[in-house]
């Protein structure tokens, strides 16, 4: 299983950017989805996450700003990020909890991060 991110890249302040994720591979289903990001010398923290079923969840920092979907049918998590600030900066990385083909078993995956920065 692969998840592949893109959509990061360098925006001013107040700017806007959309996040992608899709996954691959043997994949029987997929349960949680969500975004987690991490800048230089802090530890990672969860932005968004949401539920085979539609619920999410959101960081207090980006609630009202950021926005997560998801495409069960495509395998894909989306990041809507609106009204950016440099605070956002970080390497944003996707996670999906994944129930693999071959052993029925969830598996927590990871993307390979996609680099978002925020410009005053």
């Known amino acids: 299983v692969q998840l592949q991110a893109s959509g990061g890249g360098l925006v001013q302040s107040g700017g806007s950017l959309r996040l992608s994720c899709a996954a691959s591979?043997?994949?029987?289903?997929?349960?949680?989805m969500g975004w987690y990001r991490q800048a230089p010398g802090k530890q990672r923290e969860l932005v968004a996450a949401?539920?085979?079923?539609?619920?999410?969840n959101y960081a207090d920092s980006v609630k009202g700003r950021f926005t997560i979907s998801r495409d069960n049918a495509e395998n894909t998590v989306l990041l809507q990020m609106n009204s950016l600030k440099p605070e956002d900066t970080a390497v944003y990385i996707c996670?999906?909890?994944?129930?693999?083909?071959?052993?029925?078993?969830?598996?927590?995956?990871w993307g390979q991060g996609t680099q978002v920065t925020v410009s005053s």
């Open positions: 591979g043997r994949i029987y289903s997929i349960n949680d």
């Open positions: 949401i539920t085979s079923g539609g619920s999410t």
């Open positions: 996670n999906a909890r994944v129930r693999e083909v071959l052993t029925q078993r969830y598996f927590q995956h």
